[in-house]
């Protein structure tokens, strides 16, 4: 990564390396949840049942994981624990509810009630994981030909209501699927509904915290440098 260059501002495809693409799980995870959907301040509140993701696309969560970082066999509430299929082929077809949440939604509960030390119990995710794709990210990148893959984020802005997302990143401009140099001070930006729909896995998925996922190719994205 020596010797970084700027890239000029424009539309390329965008893949998230295996490090980074959880954080796009957790756009999710905020997304979904019982509290945030009861208010009506998620992109995705009219969205359940819905297709979000293109056909293929996986995501789970999943309490009961022999020794993961978010495994519980009862929630916050006492709720049993099981695994619950968040995005089927694609489709939404569940939010993260805890009682109260999923009272006010007519709604049974789904056993992701949170609790602290104080205060009333609140809903999220266990371990959840995106399930691999087929084919590998050098393959992905030969694919796509050009493109940008990100390695490393800061500052990641997302307006919960719209879904507009934006990240000023790094990582290596891609060519004919190789690397070619490596890029730093740049933006990039887009949708999240847009993302999730072009979202497409690879198959490096390794599981290392709470939230894993594999490298992703997101398609077209703008790119904000020189």
């Known amino acids: 990564r020596l010797s970084p260059r700027r890239l000029k501002s424009g539309a390329a495809a965008v893949i998230f390396d295996k490090r980074l ?7 999710l995870s905020a997304a979904i949840n019982g509290a945030a959907i009861a208010r009506g301040v998620s992109f995705l509140k009219d969205k359940l049942g819905g297709t979000v993701f293109a056909k293929g696309v996986n995501i789970v969560d999943d309490p009961l994981i022999r020794r993961g970082h978010g495994s519980r066999p009862f929630d916050g509430e006492g709720v049993g624990a099981a695994p619950l299929r968040v995005v089927e082929d694609g489709a939404l077809t569940s939010w993260l509810l805890n009682s109260a949440q999923a009272r006010q ?10 609790r602290g030390a104080s205060g009333p119990p ?13 084919k590998s990210p050098d393959a992905l990148m030969a694919e796509i030909g050009a493109g940008l893959l990100v390695t490393d984020m800061f500052g990641p802005q997302i307006n919960q209501n719209t879904g507009d997302y934006s990240v000023g990143c790094s990582g290596f401009w891609f060519e004919a699927g190789a690397r070619a140099y490596p890029v730093n001070e740049i933006t990039i930006a887009g949708n999240l509904l847009d993302m999730f729909a072009r979202l497409e896995p690879a198959n490096d998925l390794e599981f290392t915290g709470a939230v894993n996922a594999p490298s992703v190719s997101l398609g077209a994205m703008m790119i904000a440098g020189d």
Do not use: I
């Open 21 to 27: 693409s959880p954080s796009l799980l957790g756009c």
């Open 105 to 114: 939604l007519g709604l049974e509960t789904n056993g992701r009630a949170t």
């Open 122 to 134: 609140g809903s999220g995710a266990t371990n959840l994981y995106l399930q691999p794709g087929a």
